[in-house]
T-cell receptor, first 112, second 115 residues
Framework: AQKITQTQPGMFVQEKEAVTLDCTYD???????LFWYKQPSSGEMIFLIYQGSYDQQNATEGRYSLNFQKARKSANLVISASQLGDSAMYFC?????????FGAGTILRVKS | GAVVSQHPSRVICKSGTSVKIECRSL??????MFWYRQFPKKSLMLMAT?????????EQGVEKDKFLINHASLTLSTLTVTSAHPEDSSFYICSASQGGYQPQHFGDGTRLSIL
């Protein structure tokens, strides 16, 4: 069965610094996709970045990059140059079929 | 692109009332829509998957008669919480996908409070 583990319940980062949010996954499927979503306190889920299991290069989207280590089954999100607006809950997710399984989430707080 | 609209954003109503929540994909056709429930500071829990024109598939433990889902078109799915009780109070959020490995795009969610 697919499983996503986020071991950091909460993280603090100083404004303008980089932060890494951890995500490990477990699946027996050779083909899968990994996603990161941001959920501010207002509740909406914002899609950030996607990594396919066969992608050769790590995904990047602006200040977001995904450190994909397939052998270790990890898909950590790196946010560079943190901003106050990055304070939110972050979820790692993996697809199984057309569904998503989510991790428990990490609350990120950016300090000024 | 890939905008999903969810309405209403907040509902407060009395116990016993039925509440309907709409989820619309505004600029794409959604092959599949999903309904999630989220408790405070917790992860999203998938309730059901709906495909246009067919019956929804519910996850284990989700009461089909309590949470009625209709997916009448490629752009609209509705969730009706029937005879709602205080324990149904939660944050409900929908998502829509064009299928395959396309990312799910989420609505802004509905905060349901049953008094």
């Amino acid at each position: 069965a697919q499983k996503i583990t986020q071991t950091q319940p909460g993280m603090f980062v100083q404004e303008k610094e980089a932060v890494t949010l951890d995500c490990t996954y477990d699946t027996s499927d050779p083909s899968y996709g990994l996603f990161w979503y941001k959920q501010p306190s207002s509740g909406e889920m914002i899609f950030l970045i996607y990594q396919g299991s066969y992608d050769q290069q790590n995904a990047t989207e602006g200040r977001y990059s995904l450190n994909f280590q397939k052998a270790r089954k990890s898909a950590n999100l790196v946010i560079s140059a943190s901003q106050l607006g990055d304070s939110a809950m972050y979820f790692c997710a993996m697809n199984y079929g057309n569904k998503l399984v989510f991790g428990a989430g990490t609350i990120l707080r950016v300090k000024s | 692109g890939a905008v999903v609209s969810q309405h209403p954003s907040r509902v407060i109503c009395k116990s016993g009332t039925s509440v309907k929540i709409e989820c619309r994909s505004l600029d794409f056709q959604a092959t599949t829509m999903f309904w999630y429930r989220q408790f405070p500071k917790k992860s999203l829990m998938l309730m059901a998957t709906s495909n246009e024109g067919s019956k929804a598939t519910y996850e284990q433990g989700v009461e089909k008669d309590k949470f009625l889902i209709n997916h009448a078109s490629l752009t609209l799915s509705t969730l009706t919480v029937t005879s709602a009780h205080p324990e149904d109070s939660s944050f409900y959020i929908c998502s829509a996908s064009q299928g395959g490995y396309q990312p799910q795009h989420f609505g802004d969610g509905t905060r349901l409070s049953i008094l």
